[in-house]
């Protein structure tokens, strides 16, 4: 009878045998999508502080008092157990912790088993088993609704939009893209660290004596990865801190890019009135060059006039010299001829006579060509002194022409290096310009109701909605007919083009517009209208600023007014 009580009881208690392994279940449905960015960022705060009450509450009412020095207590009571229950027959069979706690559920069964109960270990393992059945759900839990919280709702929706800056520099959304990559690694590292804590606890469990001997290691486990729960939720909050403020940020970045804007309009403004007073400079510096370049070669031909004329005069002079020196002695030879007649014949002969005329006509003639030689002579001195005093104004020309070249060369070199920066600056002008697009496009992503529903589609580029920037312009063109009234004319005629149109092109213009509208009934307001229409399509500087400085020619001084206000008004709703 006995042993047929001990088999009955046996096998009352023995486990049942292992159920075979079941197909993992199947994932959970997905969390529903929120509305806005603002409703995920409330949703996840909510949950953020739920699960810290809760960790607070668990804590109380399980963490708060851990007494490890009944190990060895433990454990025996736990063989006792087992031993008594026949749920141990062999000395090599391992219990698990889930299969302890079937065991220690079933000794109310029998009055034998139920003694057992009585003994304070049986209240200690009993708070052990609910202790870790409670963490065990309690770590589900809250496991899920963070991963939830986090890695669906806000790695989906808390972005920066990085891609949409084309690789651009763009100081806040770097800095948040960096933040981002911070708080994610940061918080995919705590998870994994929890599923180190979750592997850690599944292994202690797969022999209560070895858990119950090292249930301080267990306990530590449990405190660690509450404290994870609790690390978890401060970048996680600060995550949403610098997600909200992100707007912000975008709109402080738009403002500086906007001041930087305006202070470039302004350096290219100086650069350009600069440039015209250097290239004015270099024009009158070239023009200076070349008059003395002229100089330079009048002297040069006026130097080859003189060699001209020198040789001249030397070819006169050897001439003379050559008469001079014929008549001379043809001069002698009369004179002996003379002499000879005179021996000869009595000095009042006819033919004496004769030859005393012919002595003198060619003494005349000598003194003549003497007259003639001292003239050239000196003609030829004053050659030499003129081209001496010529050659010292060309070489003092040379000096000046050099170094009105020197000038005229730093002059376009300055030109050149003013015009590559004033390119250089408009590049920049034009880099602040597309950073200041890029910027606005983020902020109306992060600010749109619809961005939501792409971004838990899964967010591409190309998907991404374009920035609809208002055109002011023609705002501005459409206050401005309406007040303009008959002064539409005068407007069209101080309006600059680019490239230009003088007078008469501009009054053509006005007269193609007044037959534009022949058989209509059209207002100065339509006309003006028009008229500025036109000059937007025909010049390439038609822009607010242009139009308010022709408008100022005019002393229009009140529609400059509103349109400064209007301006004004339109960039602080740009910047909010």
Partial sequence: MLTARRRYSASRFRLPPPKPPTPPPSPPPEPPQPLNLDAVRRKVLLVLHTVEKDVAVFKKRWMRYNDFDDAEKWIDYANLVLVKSWAKQDKNTVFTLDAFVTVLSGLNETEKLQQLMLAPEYTQLKKI???????????????????????????????????????????????????????????????EHMDTLNTELQESKCSVLQHLAEYDKVVHYMEETLETVIKMCAPARRWLEADEGYVRKLENGIFDLNQKRRCLKDEIKQMQHRKGDIKIRACRRSYSANRVGLQVQEKLNEQNNFSRRQMTARENVGRLEVQLERKRAKLRDMQHDLLDLRK?????????????????????????????????????????????????????????????????QRAFVKLHHHTRTLKDVNEELEDVGRRIYLLRRVKELKSRADTIQKLYLGYTREEAVESKAPDRIIDVFKMTAMNIGRGWEALYHELPFDPPRDYHTRSRDIEVLDMGTYGQDAGFQEMALRSLDRWRRLSRCADVRELTLALKKLRRYDMVQKIEKYMLRASINNIK
């Fill in 344 to 408: 000869m014949e009595p000095s009042t002969s006819k033919k004496a006579n004769t030859i005393f005329r012919q002595q003198r006509a060619l003494y005349e003639e000598i003194r003549s060509l003497e007259t003639r030689l001292t003239r050239l002579n000196g003609e030829m001195f004053c050659l030499k002194t003129e081209k001496k005093d010529s050659y010292v104004q060309m070489h003092e020309l040379e000096n000046i022409w050099v170094s009105s070249q020197n000038n005229q």
């Fill in 129 to 191: 088993c609910d202790r870790d059945a409670a963490f065990r759900e309690f770590r589900a839990s809250i496991y899920k609704r963070l991963k939830d919280a986090i890695l669906y709702h806000m790695d989906k929706c808390c972005l920066s939009f990085i891609e949409e800056t084309e690789g651009l520099d763009i100081q806040p959304v770097k800095d948040y893209e960096a933040k981002l990559v911070e708080y994610k690694i940061g918080l995919r590292g705590q998870f």
